[in-house]
């Protein structure tokens, strides 16, 4: 660690949001299909997904699974902001942040924000994922 990051404590401040699948609206049933996590200090901003189709099914057996995993890989595009992001890409990793856990009424849906302490970023986004999706 270096004493750039973190000013000798080691932890900086990040923020994260789930990323849910509610597959109808009217019934307002969720699964936890991925995290975003937005680090400003490190300049770190990533998403992870991971969608469980047995459970997808089970809150609607219609669901449009191929539409919901293209909805959360481009979450993940979003945050690398690579080509195929659309104009969001652009935008520095902050705005892009604050654009996906905007509240939207689609399938896939931003939880509320939390915040948090990490000397490890993507360590910490592997550990949300883990918790509260998989």
């Known amino acids: 660690m270096s004493a750039a990051h973190g000013a000798g404590h080691g932890r900086d401040v990040f923020e994260y949001a789930l990323l ?11 699964i936890n299909a991925g995290v975003v996590l937005y680090c400003r200090a490190r300049s770190f ?3 992870r997904t991971h969608l469980d ?3 997808l099914r089970a809150l609607d057996p219609a669901a449009d699974e191929r539409g919901v995993r293209a ?4 979450a993940e ?7 195929g992001a659309g104009p969001a890409a652009q935008d520095d990793a902050g705005r892009r942040f604050r654009w996906l856990v905007a509240p939207r009424s689609t399938v896939v849906q931003p939880g509320p924000v ?3 302490l990490t000397a490890d970023p993507d ?9 509260l999706v998989r």
């Open 20 to 30: 849910r699948v509610v597959p109808q609206m009217e019934r307002g049933e969720c």
């Open 114 to 116: 939390h915040t948090g």
């Open 77 to 83: 595009c979003v945050c690398a902001g690579g080509t």
């Open 123 to 131: 360590g910490e986004l592997e550990r949300l994922l883990r918790v």
């Open 53 to 55: 189709a047995g459970r």
């Open 45 to 47: 901003l990533a998403a």
């Open 71 to 74: 909805a959360l890989h481009a």
